[in-house]
Nanobody, 121 residues
Framework: QVQLVESGGGLVQPGGSLRLSCAAS????????MGWYRQAPGKQRELVAT???????NYADSVKGRFTISRDNGKNTVYLQMNSLKPEDTAVYYC???????????????WGEGTLVTVSS
């Protein structure tokens, strides 16, 4: 199994910055894609950003130019640097990892428990 531990959420004023981290651990054989999704109250979960093992990134249009996703393959960790935060960025942010383990070699999705980001003055 793969365990994901997220950190870095909190309360920030509009225009401020936060950095989210998500560390994966367990009997990991290989991690392919890593990413962040978010779910605002009353809305469906949506993609924020993903990054593959080679470093190719994909962003939601709403965060392009403000958020940056990165990963440290040696630490099995993915980061999300969020700048110029807006009230509409308020949501629970979930880490997602597509990984294979030594017991389940076929890749599957794993999710973190989520970390709350609140953007408010």
């Amino acid at each position: 199994q793969v365990q994901l531990v997220e950190s870095g959420g909190g309360l920030v004023q509009p225009g401020g910055s936060l950095r989210l981290s998500c560390a994966a651990s367990g009997s990991i054989f290989s991690i392919n894609s890593m990413g962040w999704y978010r779910q605002a109250p009353g809305k469906q979960r949506e993609l924020v950003a993903t990054i593959n093992r080679g470093g190719i990134t994909n962003y939601a249009d709403s965060v392009k130019g403000r958020f940056t996703i990165s990963r440290d393959n040696g630490k099995n960790t993915v980061y999300l640097q969020m700048n110029s935060l807006k009230p509409e960025d308020t949501a629970v942010y979930y880490c997602n990892v597509e990984a294979s383990t030594y017991t389940i070699l076929k890749s599957k999705d794993y999710w973190g428990e989520g970390t709350l980001v609140t953007v408010s003055s």
